[in-house]
């Protein structure tokens, strides 16, 4: 292998991994971002619930 061979593989392994990379923080991103939704609809749910306690309890 000459020295442009080697330099050509190690580009490449490179550029596999900055993809591979990529892929992996948009999965985590994405995870994220489930979750960020998840809570919040919890939350709307929880107010929803105080919402409907609290009016039961001044009647």
Same mark, same amino acid.
């Given at each position: 292998?000459?020295?442009? =061979? ?8 490179? %550029? ?6 990529? /892929?992996?923080?948009? %999965?985590?991103?994405? =995870? ?6 998840? !809570?919040?609809? =919890?939350?709307?749910?929880? =107010?929803?619930? !105080? /919402?409907?306690?609290?009016? /039961?309890?001044?009647?």
């Amino acid at each position: 292998m000459t020295v442009g =061979e080697v330099l050509a593989a190690v580009a490449v392994m490179i %550029i596999a991994l900055e993809l591979w990379m990529g /892929r992996q923080a948009r %999965i985590v991103f994405e =995870e994220v971002q489930a979750r960020r939704i998840a !809570m919040e609809a =919890e939350d709307r749910a929880d =107010e929803e619930r !105080m /919402r409907r306690g609290s009016s /039961r309890c001044v009647r």
